[in-house]
């Protein structure tokens, strides 16, 4: 039950009263999912894959964001909006990794896992 609590407060969706990407830097590193469409197939199991290795997320200080179409953020990050595409955003504000399938944990935590900052010993 703590385990689908926590996951469910890993995913939201990006709104205007959604901080600026700015207010998660150094905290946390944030995935970005940009979907077509909010019953996007793709969409449905990335968050089923989140809430079922949300203890991984917690770990690595990811918390994630479905980002619905024609927000700003697609402008930002030039994403096409007819494919489903995965942005992970690292604690520095820069872009670390860009996907547009389904994102395996497993590939995801490898990446994370390999920053400096996590390396340093850094969450």
Same mark, same amino acid.
């Given at each position: 039950?703590?385990?689908?609590?926590?996951?469910m407060?890993?995913?939201?969706?990006?709104?205007?009263?959604?901080?600026?990407?700015?207010? *998660? %830097?150094w905290?946390? @590193?944030?995935?970005?999912?940009?979907?077509?469409? #909010?019953?996007d197939?793709?969409?449905?199991? $990335? +968050?089923?894959?989140?809430?079922?290795?949300?203890?991984?997320?917690?770990e690595?200080?990811?918390?994630?964001?479905?980002?619905?179409?024609?927000?700003?953020?697609?402008?930002? *990050? %030039?994403?096409?909006a @007819?494919?489903?595409?995965?942005?992970?955003?690292g #604690?520095?504000?820069?872009?670390?990794?860009? $996907? +547009?399938?389904?994102?395996?944990?497993?590939?995801?935590?490898?990446?994370?896992?390999?920053?400096?900052?996590?390396?340093?010993?850094?969450?």
């Amino acid at each position: 039950m703590l385990h689908l609590l926590l996951a469910m407060a890993l995913i939201s969706t990006w709104n205007e009263k959604t901080p600026d990407l700015r207010h *998660f %830097q150094w905290k946390n @590193r944030v995935l970005l999912l940009f979907t077509p469409s #909010k019953t996007d197939a793709v969409l449905k199991k $990335q +968050t089923a894959l989140v809430e079922a290795h949300s203890a991984g997320f917690e770990e690595r200080d990811l918390i994630v964001f479905v980002v619905p179409d024609h927000a700003p953020l697609w402008e930002r *990050f %030039q994403v096409d909006a @007819r494919t489903f595409t995965v942005v992970l955003i690292g #604690k520095d504000g820069g872009e670390k990794f860009r $996907q +547009t399938s389904l994102l395996e944990p497993e590939k995801l935590f490898q990446i994370v896992d390999s920053m400096p900052m996590r390396r340093a010993g850094e969450r």
